[in-house]
Every structure is written in C-alpha cells, then in structure tokens.
C-alpha cells in the first residue's frame, strides 16, 4: 500500500492556501523593487550601457558611424594602442594639464564663495530667501546662456566690466583676447555659475549644526571667528567633502561654458578635456576609439578623486 503525496499547497489534512497576510507581506516585499524599475531601467539605458560600450570602443580602430556595407568604416581591434597613443598625443595632455589647472583654481574659490554666501544668506527669514532666490538662479539657467552673457560684460571695448574698470581709471583688460586672461574669465564665469547651487548645500549644513554648541560657545566668550574654525568648519566637514566632490566633477566637465564664452580661444589656450574629447572623436576621422580612450581616462580620474576625497572626509569625522 502506497501513501498518497500531498500535492503543492495541500496535505494529508486536505487543502490550505497561503495565509493572506503572509501573501501580503510577499507583496510589500516586492512592491518596492516593481517601483524602481522605471529608474533602474533609464540607468542601465543611458549609463551603465553607454559605459560599457565607450569601454569596448576604446580597444577599436573606429569612427562615431559604422556602415557594414562600407569595409573602410568597420572597427578594428588594436587593443591598449588607442591609450598608448595617448602618451605621444601633445594635445592631450595639454588639455589634461590645462584641466587639472582649472579644477585646482576654480573649485576652491568656488567652495569659498558659496560658503561665504552660505554664512550671509542662511538666516531664515523672507528677505534673505528672496537674496538666496536671485543668488541661486543662475544655477538654473544653461551654461551656454551664461557664456553668451559673459562674453558681453568681458568685451574688450563695449564690454560691462571694462566700462565700470574705465570709471575708475583702469585700462580695458582684454580679457578674452590675451591666453592668461580668458583663463581668469573662465574661472570667474564658472564660480559665478555654481556658487548659488553649492551655497544652498552648505546652508542645508549649516541649519542641522545644533544652536546649542554655539550658545555654550558665546558663554564662555569665544569670539565669532573661534566659533567658526571650531565649531562651524569641523562640523560641515562631510558637506564640505559632498562639495568638493560635485564641484570637482563639474569642473573636469567643463563644456558649454567653453564653447559659447571662448570658444576654446584665443588659440587654443582654454581647450579643457571634454571639447578636446569631442573634437577628436567627431572631427577626426577614424579616431571614436581614441576618443573613447580619453573619456576612459577621464572617468578613472574622477572615480579616483572621488575615492580619495570620499575616504579623506570619512578619516576627518
């Protein structure tokens, strides 16, 4: 005699089904995951899958369009030649150095201006909201807009800032017209670009720093600036390194700003990485893969600043 074998969702005592609120926990388990799969879906579209396939392009010999019907355009494998290349490429590394330059320069003065508009413009009343409205409002406006404007005050003989320099005596400065100059005007337009939108982020760090430690502080009589240096700076310490790390890679990003204030001139003393990334890869023929060799480098260079700046803030708290 063979005992019968109780079938999925039974047993010898008959039928049971699932209880509902177990079926309802499963559910409100998998609820979340369902929701995220529109955002998950848009970044493996439009990043995970770009990055990989920038990543296999730079190991190929190959333009931005392939024809199959056209031998010529096919891609052809050379391997590490494309980064190896690099090493040889002058006007590579000239915008990579001229890169490094601006990021060490601009983000800097950058955190310092928004930090000051921070500690100006965080009291929470009507009027500094509507001053921190107008302050963050060029973080809204497009970079290349904000070039074409900038552009207009640094003109060299109708230019706003030179008429306001020849008030006070001064001499026009050619300030797009001379190398050294329309580097400074580049700095200038982009902290002037940025500042509004890191300013709101250290006045969110400012607001969670607790009134108490600044109470005790002004009864033990410590001056302003000893509130700010030990109290202030080492609590805003991981705003501070969110800062430094959003300012970093915009600055290594740095694109539009360039093409619509210098346009990479006077010569080509204001090519950052990006425009010279793009250049090689839609005005050379042949040379995607080399191009895709220098995003590669490019994001290697940002991964690791973000590592270290990341790991440098986590030792300091």
Known sequence: MTAAIPQQGSSALGFHPVPKGRRNSLFNLGWPYLLMLPTIALLVTFTLYPLVQGLMMAFFKRGVVVVPQVPSTLPQYVGFDNFLGLLSDADFQTSLVKTLVFVVIAVPLNIVASLALALLLSPQTRFFAVIRTIVFFPSMISLLIIGVSWRWLFGLNNG??????????????????????????????????QAGFNM???????????????????????????????ITLPLLRPTMAVVL?????????????????????????????????????????????????????????????TIVQLRLSRSQT
């Open 160 to 193: 706003l800032v030179n008429y306001l320099l020849s008030l006070a005596g001064i001499a026009p400065v050619p300030w797009l017209e001379q190398d050294t100059m329309a580097q400074i005007a580049m700095i200038i337009a982009w902290v002037w670009a």
């Open 200 to 230: 709101m982020i250290f006045i969110a760090g400012l607001t969670a720093i607790s009134a108490d430690y600044y109470e005790a502080a002004s009864i033990d009589g410590t001056s302003k600036w000893r509130q700010f240096t030990h």
């Open 245 to 305: 790390v959003l300012s970093s890679i915009e600055a290594f990003k740095v694109y539009e700003l360039v093409v619509s204030l210098t346009g990479g001139g006077p010569g080509k003393a204001t090519v950052y990485l990006i425009q010279t990334i793009y250049d090689t890869a839609f005005q050379k023929p042949m040379q995607a893969g080399v191009a895709a060799a220098q995003s590669m480098i490019l994001f290697a260079i940002l991964l690791l600043l």
